[in-house]
């Protein structure tokens, strides 16, 4: 780390923060400049001493130097992590996994029609919610377990593997009887409760960005769940808060390379989430495609006007299919055809 | 709510729109414009029909007019709620409640030193975290139950009230038991098995405002808890994430008499939280009385250069009783002093 | 407009509220709902009319239908516009253009190396700037007129056309006289004196968006310049300031297909400053092209290490040539090759 | 200067980023660490070598130490700057100084009712909008130069000094013949040819924060002021964009301490700008106060909901003088009363 003093930090100031810092076994280095000095650290440094010296006399700012995630790091991990979804790869240059499906798991009709529709247009993962986090309490909360028998059947008649969210600890048991992975949404990315529990289970694990989070907030979450054991981890951008009004989220189309470069484990992007408007997936999705994005997660809807959630961000089966067969020539033009189902 | 159509959208289109209006029951009223029509609707609107003709072809923007929090809401009760913590009542005009303590409770004498100090200086109330929230899986994660005990000793020497975090649906119980006031963190806002679970215990909920959630969010999660027949519940403001980088986070002053006025929970103040800066804490305390607050939450350490969590953000017992000064000046001022401990 | 009274809003307010409607010769149309009064109007409202019922008493919000922009609107202009910058035509389904060049025109040797490189990797635009708006009043501010000569140099040299930017009416007659197309930096997208100058004129105006505009302010600005008769204007997307701390900006990719939805005027992206660093260009300015842009505004420089401004967002010739051979392939993915210098 | 290297970083990597410093004239001391290298430098870095070693390879990151701003700041001017507004002082433990007014002159009626009651509500200064910076241009940009001469009117009727908006150079010497103060809006904080044209003439200069500015952002635009020899600069906060809807802005209350932590020069504040609606002007206002604010800036009109603009955030007259009763409250609360007009 790096200690910079105020102008005019006194000599007993300075000393004292290299004395505190000496107390957590590590050497400072002082580094006077001519505007002010600075203190500097040989060796590991723990965020404990940074949080330590940074309210002392004298002490203007500390700056970390350490990056505080290590197993989902490219520099401890270098080469690319591949997370099996059921049969298919995710990452590490495999062809690009698409998951689609509605928003929620409304009911067996509806979801048995989109499970056919999207593995006819060429997913290979189906996504639905059966345990819905909703903002208001009195909106559809999901299915619950019934709507995850109802994502086993769509599987054992399609083949698609099964992706859906879990909301707390206590329904982690039940969700990974059923599903191929277990997805944490953006509004649980900092539930660490949760993100120790599905950590201590071997599914794999879908972690949407929060809504508000850093992506190095996002690499410290996908952190927790490596830490209990749990190394097969999908990172997924979904669009940011941002002042924009026009559009639900910003879809953060810099994260997709970023964190390929600061991370072993694999991208995926939601274009849904990420733009709220059903026009906007489309080229969107193209464009995490084109940026390197290893997946994608696209809710698709039977007839999104009568879709209980999310329905002005959903495709038709229509325009789902419109869409792959756009996603087929970028996917195609970078070098990473679809994945098909695993049929 | 008002359907706002596309302009050139066709009569069929718009015809389509009324049609599915009708289908929740409810009337549509065409209202053209110059330039494009618009659709009005009398009665009562659900979110759900909203959301329904977002998607229609035609359509270019759909804006709800009802607001979507009920229990929450000043229009639905329009007085005052006060909220017992322990023996001290927060809101309706009440003294003003100042709960203060360390950010994680370290050991014993750390707790009982504080819990003497800030109730020497005023405090009514004692926080402190024994379930820690931490973005890191590598820091400390507090004392959990040997905390909680700390915490039930404290209150038993000071009798000073005790409001503590809970982090899972899981220790509910276990916190109930101890505390006085329930604390969901800001990462918590929209966990919801958690907002259902504090929902249906009796003790008070101190809800912190998420670091990106808007004032109409943080009174969803609020009426999550209220709706499960908890109707204790109190609004904590601190601070939400911008683009400035001098400070942890932007203390959001303007929610203070907005949620006053939209709501009738109380509303206290976070300033630790709300500035990242030990020096500036006292000035936006002294700011968010001068606001209106309810309350104010303050971090206190013993020595915040040796704290194991936030103690860049902490005030020793000389700067706490020195703010508590300067917040008296400003209390009478607004005509509320500040509440004493309930000795 | 729709007027959206406060729950008991009374009915001399809502009397009150409908007068001054019509003061403005707007027609009020009542909807009354359960929970509150609503009034809807017939016909053309100013924005004027809007401003003054809001703070009537019993208003609870007044809600916007027109856009606020005409001449920028694909709902008066339908058909893609195409603006030809120097011998290039930009928009309307026409080649990809690619600007690129140094941040700042630093020395002549510097400028026609770099144009000479960018011309043979397949650029049509040169850009850089002679007067730079700099955050700090002790850094390079740009050689300017000195610089306009170099580029006109470069321009005779090459073929390239020349986009640069201006900051001051006071300039525009000058900057004019050499560019293809004057650029309106991100700082300046508000600077209304500045967008009359350059509507005055008849060459053509790249408008950046700016850091914090949203997509309608963005295009308010564009109406201020076609408003004074320059109908020549192109959008540019280049990264609004978030939370997120690892890149300068963040890129906001919903913003091209939005914008193509919006208005008929040509879109590019600026991956340079979308970013912030260099190793994201290249995936950022692919993912631009997917998602619709009309061109790309790219920073380089022979040696970035030693570039007087933005080095670390600026690629080297090689890089770009690399860059060029990629965007080749998404480009043809997307049905519109890049377009060849003007030679 | 702090360089970050990568992990991995090569030996031949470092001695470049080491021979890159010294062309500079600075001395690199390298850092070893347990996971990477580090190198810290002695004396005086300039901006430029810090931007010339962030591209090179094995580099991660560049921390900056010297703060960039100089004149602005209060580890140079150790003293808080008392800037005159007409007679008034503002700053420097001064009494309070309220400048209030109409958003825009529209009529000599309206701006000499409001400058008389304002006047008797104890306002010391008047504020008004001859020349108006407006989002569309199809909205009322103000009176121009009679405005100017309605406002000398209002001066030598009432005593009150006067602070008005300037936005372009070209506008600079006209306003500064009737103006005691010039304002620059936020719209052009980083208009650098307006600020060096405020700078070279010798009125005061009420400078606003960009809606997106951060704090240091802005005081590097005071820098350009100070730079051209101008040394009476009052900065004003008046809220930032956030994801917050339901106000217009987000007063940043963090500021108002930081700001005088990090600088002399005096600190206002804009309510009214600062939360977009009218019932949240007091509140804040008395927050701003009590956070240490050396002014407010509020806007006044006769009749809200007939102004020009900006009707629903400004205060009636009555409004306003129970403000001024309020804040009179809070000022002696913290020891400095409300200055009187210079009469």
Redesign the interface.
């Known amino acids: 780390m ?1 200690v ?1 003093m ?3 930090a006194t000599q007993p100031e300075i000393d004292a923060v290299c004395d ?1 810092i000496k107390e957590f076994g590590i050497t400072p ?1 002082p ?6 000095m ?1 203190i ?6 723990s ?2 001493a940074a ?6 006399p004298g002490v203007s700012e500390v ?1 970390p ?2 990056r ?3 197993l989902a790091s490219r ?1 401890v991990i270098a080469s690319d992590s591949v997370v099996r979804v059921g049969g298919v790869p995710v990452g590490g240059g495999h062809a690009l996994a698409v998951m689609a499906g509605p928003c929620s798991i409304e009911s067996r009709d509806q979801t048995l029609a989109t499970a056919r529709a999207v593995r006819a247009a060429g997913a290979a993962i189906l996504r639905g919610g059966a345990f819905k ?9 999901g299915l619950g377990e019934e709507g995850l028998a109802i994502l086993a059947e769509a599987r054992a008649e399609t083949g698609l593997a099964i992706v859906t969210e879990v ?5 982690v048991d039940a969700v990974a009887r059923v599903a191929d992975c277990l997805q944490i949404g953006a ?2 990315m ?5 993100l120790d529990a599905v950590g201590e289970q071997p599914k794999p694990v879908l972690l949407k960005r929060g ?2 989070a ?4 996002l690499l ?2 996908a ?2 769940v490596l ?1 209990r054991g749990n190394r097969s981890v999908i990172l997924c951008e979904r669009g ?8 639900r989220n ?9 964190l390929r ?2 991370s072993h484990l694999p991208v995926v992007a939601d274009p849904s989430h ?2 709220g ?4 997936v489309a ?2 999705a ?7 994005a290893d997946g994608l997660l696209v809710e698709v809807h039977p007839s ?9 961000q ?1 495709l038709t089966f229509e325009n789902f299919a419109s869409l792959m067969a756009q996603v087929d ?2 996917a ?3 070098g990473r055809p679809i994945a098909g189902a695993a049929a």
Request: avoid cysteine; charged fraction near 25%; aromatic fraction near 10%.
């Open positions: 790096l910079v105020k102008r005019g505190r280095v580094l006077p400049g001519v505007e002010r600075a500097g650290t040989f060796g590991s440094t965020r404990a949080d330590a010296v940074e309210s002392m700056v130097v350490s505080p995630f290590k520099e986090p909703r903002s208001s309490p009195y909106t559809f909360r909301l707390t600890p206590g329904d509004r649980n900092q539930n660490y409760a949760l809504m508000s850093t992506v190095e907030e410290l979450s952190e927790y830490a940011i808060r941002t002042f924009e009004k026009y559009t910003t879809f953060d189309v810099n994260a997709i390379p970023l470069r600061l990420g733009t408007k059903w026009y906007l080229p969107v193209l464009a995490a495609v084109a940026a390197g999104p006007d009568h879709a209980l959630s999310d329905g002005f959903s020539r970028i195609r033009a970078v």
